[in-house]
């Protein structure tokens, strides 16, 4: 078992930044890849980021391409969203998810949520 929680979310200008983390505990951190999503309002989850476990490979969706970053400290079991340049079309509660697989991911951890809200 891998229990995740984020933190970091909040109301923020358009064109501002956040850094969203998700602290983990339980089975061990650095052997999961991890993700990030969002859902938006009335809207399907949308993958935003992934991560390997070793931090060496991340991938983006398009809509977050050049914007966000996603890091991992494994000391800290911690794994990190940095958002630059935010648009209102970023406002969604935003998850982390562990896989233990890279290529066809399968997020069987997740973690609560924590609301970004941008504002125009």
């Known amino acids: ?26 089975r061990t951190f650095s052997s999961f890849h991890m993700g990030w999503f969002r859902q938006a ?5 949308e993958f935003v ?6 931090g060496l490979s991340t991938y983006y969706g398009d809509s977050v391409k050049g914007r966000f970053t996603i890091s991992r400290d494994d000391a800290k079991n ?6 630059n340049s935010l648009k209102p079309e ?5 998850y982390c998810a562990a896989s233990q697989t890279w290529t066809v991911p399968k997020y069987d951890y997740w973690g609560q ?3 970004v809200t941008v504002s125009s």
Do not use: F, H
């Open 1 to 26: 078992q891998v229990q995740l929680v984020e933190s970091g979310g909040g109301l923020v200008q358009a064109g501002g930044s956040l850094r969203l983390s998700c602290a983990a505990s339980g």
């Open 41 to 45: 309002p009335g809207k399907e989850r």
């Open 49 to 54: 980021a992934k991560i390997n476990w070793n």
């Open 78 to 83: 911690t794994v990190y969203l940095q958002m």
């Open 90 to 94: 970023d406002t969604a509660v935003y």
């Open 113 to 115: 949520g924590t609301q």
